[in-house]
């Protein structure tokens, strides 16, 4: 007899109904919707129809047992309902899947997984299936884009980063996406890795974001560092807008011919790379200015290669496969011209495969930073001669170079002619084998200017000294440096001959070594308080008119009693009287020596004078005004800058009445602290022409610097002012307070008084009358407003003239301004720039004009008119001014090309 399982008030209706298979009573059954059907059996028939439908299958269980199955269900509780049961003569019977059929359902779900997107989150273990995760899925980086949005978003910002991504080559993707073209595949990497993007989304946002065929941007930037690329492709050079690239850090052996001809570069950086030559015409790039080739293969550096055998500066650049490259390319004329900083460290280079000879071009003109360290040199005093005449030369860095006291030798500066290293300011032989007596042999004042100092500092060397670091560095802060300055200053004060001889020059190896000071004062038996006390008492005796050299019962003074006579002030006592105990009075003492080196009257405060000499009151000779403006303080013969001191109103002082520009020697405070005499020579007008013009360097001078000179807001001209600077090519008069109409005083020519009653003049005339050959002007900061910028007064300003007045002179002839700077003015309106730009409606070009920057920041300009989209201009500065359109995303976003192309818009 067959076990039936009691049912409980807690079974499960479902499973009672799969354990009784007949039908229950027709007043128990409740009709079930369809979608509860479906879900039930998902694989059944539909239900047949009701007037056809067939009576109940007879069960193996007899009616008894039905029975009592139904009576021992529990009644339900009005509290808690359930769901009716659906009748089981309307649901169909769930047919049974055989294990074949159960099988292939199973992978028909796993291949559904397998081509949808794989995702997170899982509605139930069965879709957690391994086999969706067996197949390949593209490398995802957390937190950038995928290589390819990362070219496709190149095209709207015109950079592009690639570093850290194992990269074998630079992608194809690069040329047919910016440039429509498929390079042939490299040796290196004949087959490139995928670089899709990482999903789907991302794929439709690149593609909704693209940028149009009129926004995309010039590729000027390429980054590829931290890569594996050995090799990069010859169609590189169809980038002609390139001016930066990084490779460093990658497996590249050799670069393609074709790598010279991108002559917009301005900074490579090949560094960490396995280079061991460079294409011939590198060297021809005309505006690289930064170039790092540390930690290569270098074994030369052929400078002069590219311009011997006759080639021209116009060479042409083929390519067996088609006419594409068939361009012309102009190339420079000398190496580098425009390179200023060079590092090659450790590679394999000798000072004689160093291009540097005088016959030829020899190293770039301009180089400022020159870095050969790790190399081996070996003989470097040809290179040395050939470095020692680079004007702009300013650090030189050897460090770990394998190079001794061979290249530095007396004799290795004998036969050059004129200052070597007029501006260097380090030279780094750290941890080679040079001495400091060989260089110090070298380095000698009829050779260099500068003054030598082997102290190493965190601080940059000030102008004029030349820091050479030999030996180990030992980095010193500036107290240590300043307390064994005044440890020496001592030393000499206590023993003169000493230090006499020692700047005479008379070295003498056999002579005793130099004690310390704590010996000499063992030996004076100096070391106690009391001992000093008892010296400095015996000393002021002595000094006496009445003390003799013996006492009341005739027993001789000591010698070293009589010896210390000349120390009779501590050394703060003769700082003091020497007004060196400030850092204003410091400044003063150097600017009075660099004045005695001028050859000017000014007496030299910095060597120490002896005590019978010094005096609290001292006669100062004031430098003449020819003396101040040449002094290396203000004008810098290399650049031929001059560069006057700002000046102020004086201070409100206690008499209101009663002021003066001179500080007096009694004054305190840091008034009186930066006021030194060469400033007090220079006049006080804002523009001193009249000074400035009689002077010889007024015939080169190029920059004329003119910042915060308030005290006089009035130019200085002479009588017959001509053309008094005729190469003047950058002027400033930043926070002149400076008006639309200066006040101009006409000067004779002995200079010290207005022949003539100052007259107002209008500004911007009387600038474009003065200086015809100025490309750069600076009046930022002023006081100028809307009325002064005229048509009239701004096309005779800006635009070029050859010939005014119709007489062909080179002197008076405009040049034509390339920056006009106007920030922190009172502009509040661009009539004269609207009418101005009518000039060129219709066409893009205007006979004359060549500028390229307008600076129209922190004024008051309420309005931005159209018409000035029609300016070919490269910077146009409009941030911090009133108006509201165009809005700050467009010149925030794209730029002076997006803000013109705005303002042109509305035009066009």
């Known amino acids: 007899m067959s076990r039936l399982p009691q049912p409980t008030s807690r079974t499960d209706p479902r499973a009672r109904l799969k354990s009784t298979p007949t039908a229950p009573s027709p007043s128990s059954r409740a009709p079930v919707s369809p979608s509860v059907r479906s879900a039930v059996s998902p694989l059944a028939k539909p239900p047949p129809s009701p007037t056809l439908r067939a009576p109940p299958t007879p069960t193996l269980r007899t009616q008894k047992s039905a029975q009592n199955l139904r009576s021992r269900t529990p009644v339900k509780s009005p509290a808690r309902k359930t769901q009716p049961l659906p009748p089981e003569d309307d649901a169909p019977p769930k047919p049974q899947l055989s294990i074949r059929e159960q099988i292939a359902l199973k992978r028909a779900e796993v291949k559904k997984v397998a081509k949808s997107p794989v995702v997170a989150k899982f509605e139930g273990l069965e879709d957690a299936s391994p086999q969706a995760f067996s197949q390949s899925v593209e490398h995802v980086d957390l937190g950038r884009w995928s290589i390819k949005e990362t070219i496709e978003r190149g095209r709207s910002s015109g950079a592009i980063n690639l570093s850290s991504r194992d990269l074998p080559c630079i992608p194809s993707a690069l040329f047919e996406i910016h440039l429509g073209i498929t390079p042939e595949p490299l040796k290196s990497a004949p087959v490139e890795p995928p670089i899709g993007s990482s999903g789907a989304?991302?794929?439709?946002?690149?593609?909704?974001?693209?940028?149009?065929?009129?926004?995309?941007?010039?590729l000027e930037i390429l980054k590829a560092w931290s890569n594996e690329i050995q090799e990069i492709q010859p169609e590189i050079s169809m980038f002609g807008s390139l001016k930066i690239i990084d490779l460093r850090n990658n497996k590249l052996q050799t670069l393609p011919d074709t790598f010279a001809d991108l002559t917009a570069l301005t900074a490579v950086d090949l560094s960490h790379n396995q280079l061991s030559s460079l294409p011939v015409n590198f060297w021809t790039l005309p505006h690289l200015t930064t170039l790092n080739l540390s930690h290569n293969h270098l074994a030369s550096l052929p400078f002069s290669a590219p311009f011997r055998g006759g080639s021209t500066p116009l060479d042409r650049t083929q390519d067996s496969r088609g006419d594409w490259f068939s361009q012309t390319i102009t190339r420079a004329t000398e190496p580098l011209p425009r390179l200023t900083n060079l590092d090659v460290s450790y590679n394999r280079l000798t000072a004689a495969s160093i291009d540097h000879s005088i016959e030829g071009p020899g190293l770039p003109a301009l180089l400022s930073k020159f870095d050969l360290s790790g190399n081996p040199l070996g003989k470097c005093d040809s290179l040395f001669r050939a470095l020692g005449r680079l004007e702009r030369l300013r650090e030189l860095h050897m460090l770990k170079a394998d190079i001794g006291d061979d290249s530095f030798r007396v004799s290795v500066f004998a036969s050059a002619s004129g200052t070597l290293f007029p501006v260097l300011k380090i030279l780094d032989l750290e941890e080679t084998q040079v001495t400091r007596p060989a260089v110090e042999a070298v380095f000698t004042p009829n050779v260099i200017k500068q003054t030598v100092q082997f102290d190493v500092t965190s601080q940059e060397p000030p102008d004029g000294v030349l820091r050479i670091i030999v030996g180990k560095r030992v980095v010193k802060e500036a107290w240590e440096i300043e307390a064994e300055r005044r440890t020496k200053l001592r030393r000499q004060v206590a023993f003169p001959e000493e230090s006499s001889s020692s700047s005479a020059g008379q070295t003498n190896a056999q002579a005793p070594a130099a004690k310390e000071p704590w010996e000499i004062e063992a030996e004076q038996g100096l070391l106690s308080e009391g001992a000093k006390r008892r010296m400095r008492a015996q000393a002021a005796v002595a000094a006496r008119p009445s003390a003799s050299s013996t006492s009341s019962g005739g027993r001789p003074t000591p010698a070293a009693l009589q010896k210390p006579k000349v120390v009779e002030k501590e050394p703060w006592e003769i700082e003091a009287e020497q007004s060196l105990l400030s850092a204003g009075g410091r400044r003063r003492a150097r600017a009075a020596a660099l004045a005695a080196a001028a050859g000017t009257s000014q007496?030299?405060?910095?060597?120490?004078?002896?005590?019978?000499?010094?005096s609290p009151a001292r006669s100062h000779t004031p430098p003449s005004v020819?003396?101040?403006?040449?002094?290396?303080?203000?004008?810098?013969?290399a650049s031929r800058t001059l560069t006057l001191p700002p000046s102020a109103p004086p201070a409100k002082s206690n008499h209101a009445r009663s002021f003066s520009l001179a500080a007096p020697a009694w004054s305190k405070g840091p008034a009186a602290a930066g006021v030194s005499e060469l400033a007090l020579a220079i006049p006080a007008p804002t523009l001193p022409l009249a000074a400035i013009a009689s002077q010889p360097l007024a015939q080169n001078l190029k920059v004329l610097i003119l910042a915060s000179r308030r005290a006089d807001p009035s130019f200085s001209i002479p009588i017959n002012p001509g053309i008094c600077l005729p190469y003047l090519e950058e002027l400033s008069?930043?926070?002149?307070?400076?008006?639309?109409?200066?006040?101009?005083?006409h000067v004779g020519e002995s200079g010290d008084e207005p022949t003539l009653q100052r007259t107002n003049e209008p500004l911007l005339p009387l600038?474009?009358?003065?200086?015809?050959?100025v490309r750069t002007l600076d009046l930022s900061y002023n006081g100028l407003t809307s009325a002064a910028f005229t048509k009239a007064a701004l096309e005779a300003l800006i635009f070029a003239d050859p010939t005014p007045g119709g007489e062909a002179d080179a002197t008076a002839a405009r040049k034509g301004l390339r920056q006009l700077r106007l920030r922190g003015n009172r502009l509040n309106e661009l009539d004269g720039f609207r009418e101005l730009a009518d000039r060129f409606r219709g066409n893009r070009d205007a006979p004359g004009w060549k500028l390229e920057e307008l600076d129209l920041r922190d004024n008051e300009i309420a309005k931005m008119p159209a018409e000035l989209g029609l300016f070919p201009l490269e910077v146009f500065l409009v941030d911090g001014n009133t108006f509201r359109v165009p809005p700050r995303r467009v010149w925030e976003r794209e730029g002076t090309k997006g803000l013109l192309s705005w303002l042109r818009g509305w035009i066009e």
């Open 603 to 614: 007496p030299d405060a910095t060597r120490t004078p002896s005590p019978s000499a010094a």
């Open 767 to 773: 600038l474009t009358k003065l200086f015809p050959s």
């Open 733 to 745: 008069l930043t926070n002149c307070n400076l008006g639309d109409s200066v006040p101009v005083s």
């Open 201 to 218: 989304n991302a794929r439709q946002t690149s593609n909704q974001n693209g940028p149009s065929w009129y926004e995309a941007q010039d």
């Open 626 to 637: 020819g003396a101040a403006l040449a002094n290396p303080q203000y004008y810098t013969a």
